[in-house]
């Protein structure tokens, strides 16, 4: 990094981008500044307890919202290899129906599989729709059997498309390389990458 890389690093700061996106869990805003630009976050627990819902609470409606409020571009590449998409539309709704209503409707509920959907209920589902339709918008989402491979040629077909193209040099294990770097067109749009259940893929 050469001192002028630093000084561009500097003004993207005083322009404020360079500060964290804001979730709905203080300790993380508080503590890690929010969910930071060009970080790796690596969500490790035992089954059950609740890797999935916190990616998705965190990393992915919190940082739609805040792009959908704040009037930023978003995308986000979505491998789910456990919960289709089917699923993850209904467990969504069910976090949209305790935080707006405070109702506790499992997601097997609002899918009818343990009991029928009451109309009321049902109702309230159906409304989000406007809402659910913008957060898909945002959503390259997986749900199928997939390879790195696969999720790299998908990223660097967005990066060529949005962004462009810049060879830099870095030091890596003591040696010089080339590596290819893409600068957004536009600065402002949040781009995540999210791997729920990388371990269930035999890589």
Known sequence: MTFD??????????????????????????????IQRST??????ETGTGKSAFL????ILDVIDYALKNNRSVKVFYYSFEIDEL?????????????????????DHILSKSKII????????FGYQEYFDKVFDCIHFID?????TGI?????????KNGTKRV????IKGEIRKIETYIPNDPNELVLIAIDHSGYRDW
């Open 168 to 171: 830099v040099e870095r030091v």
């Open 118 to 125: 009451e109309p009321t209920v049902k109702k309230l589902v």
């Open 152 to 160: 790299f040629h998908d990223v660097q077909a967005y990066c060529e």
């Open 144 to 148: 199928h059997s997939y390879n790195p």
């Open 5 to 34: 890389n630093f000084k561009e690093h500097i003004e993207r700061g005083s322009l404020v981008l360079n500060l964290g996106i804001q979730t709905s869990i203080d300790a993380i805003n508080i503590v890690l500044g929010g």
């Open 87 to 107: 699923r993850k539309r209904a467990k969504w709704t069910s976090v949209r129906l305790f935080r707006d209503h405070g109702l506790i409707i499992p997601m």
């Open 40 to 45: 790796y976050y690596l969500i490790g627990g």
């Open 56 to 59: 998705d609470q965190v990393f």
